[in-house]
């Protein structure tokens, strides 16, 4: 059988940036929308409003530039703080109510998608939520399969404000009446939720599956031996570590499973976050020194990706037409 291609977008807040310029040198590279190169596009949170751009065929050259220029309405437009006790304000702020509006972010999207429903999408796309109000895990899916079909008429806009409402950061989205969140408690990297939509639903071998998985930075978070192992909620919450943790832990487990399941068909593109950055990027720092600082580490990282031979196979993939 035909090689059938994935793409997996990780969640991780506005150094999803970094993505939308990893993404944009593929594009460039490709020389054509870059979804045309995929038979399944998946993303959690930035990674899934970037996955359903991908699917409507919006350029990511445009998304990249957006996000860059507009981060600061979304988030905040301060640097990370750098005192003991400014970390610790922020820390506890969102702890009453949610740190931002949705509004400017819902705006930024619509731009870019309008009104289109899933069923409307170019692309297969599967992006993960979580439905608070039944206590499930919720896949929003373009209508790639019969029992996808109800999704077609869901709002791409819809679906990625569920998939992006991070808990702290953003209020829950509304959908239909019930609440969902960020997917990010647990499908952080769906890798394997793409690799079982694949295998299940589009009746792909294993054998025949690569993908391509690309990174925000989250990964490879960890704690030194010599930290107290005493430490309680504040020390969590201090440097985002409780956040952090959750998001590394759940991209090396993703990582390993679909080495092992994919083997040398399975390429992921990303970076440790420089120590050097520590105290100039976070998940919702979008000041002037963050942006300037993601943008010049998005630009390393796209002459890399025009460079890499382990690229090549992945656009010289044509996707199958939809149905």
């Known amino acids: 059988m035909p090689r059938f291609q994935i793409l997996s ?9 970094y993505t939308a310029c990893v993404l944009a040198a593929l594009e460039d590279r490709a020389g054509e929308p870059l ?9 959690t949170s930035i990674g899934g409003i970037l996955a359903l751009a991908l699917a409507y065929e919006v350029p990511m050259a445009a998304v990249r530039d957006a996000f860059a220029e507009r981060g600061r309405e979304i988030f905040s437009d301060r640097d990370v703080p750098r005192s003991r006790l400014q970390r610790l304000r922020r ?27 899933l069923g409307a999408a170019k692309h297969p796309a599967l992006v993960p939520a979580v439905n608070l109000s039944r206590g499930e895990t919720r896949l929003f899916r373009t209508p790639h399969h019969p029992a996808h079909a109800a999704d ?52 792909q071998r294993r ?17 030194p031996p010599a930290t107290r192992a005493e430490i309680g909620a504040l020390a969590w919450m201090a440097k985002r570590r409780m956040i952090y943790t959750v998001l590394s832990a759940q991209q090396h ?22 120590e050097s950055t520590w105290e100039i990027i976070d998940l919702d720092v979008a000041g002037p020194n963050a942006v300037r600082t993601l943008l010049g580490i998005g630009a ?16 010289a993939h044509r996707a199958a037409p939809r149905d």
């Open 300 to 315: 390393e990282a796209a002459a890399d990706v025009r460079a890499r031979a382990d690229v090549a196979p992945f656009l």
């Open 9 to 17: 977008l990780t969640g991780g807040g506005y150094l999803g940036l």
């Open 91 to 117: 820390s506890w702020k969102g702890i009453a109510a949610p740190r931002y509006s949705p509004t400017p972010l819902a705006r930024l999207i619509e731009e870019f998608l309008g009104q289109a429903t």
């Open 253 to 274: 487990l993703s990582r390993t499973l679909m080495a092992e399941s994919l083997g040398e068909r399975f390429l992921r593109i990303d970076r440790d976050n420089p």
């Open 152 to 203: 077609g008429a869901v709002r791409a806009l819809d679906a990625a404000m569920a998939t992006a409402a991070a808990p702290l950061f953003f209020p829950l989205a509304r959908h239909r009446g019930d609440l969902y969140m960020d997917a990010g408690v647990y499908a952080d990297c769906p890798d394997a939720l793409a690799l079982h939509e694949a295998e299940h639903f589009l009746e």
């Open 207 to 223: 054998e025949d599956v690569a993908m391509l998985s690309i990174g925000t930075m989250t990964a490879g978070f960890a704690v």
């Open 35 to 43: 979804g045309r190169r995929f038979d399944l596009i998946a993303g």
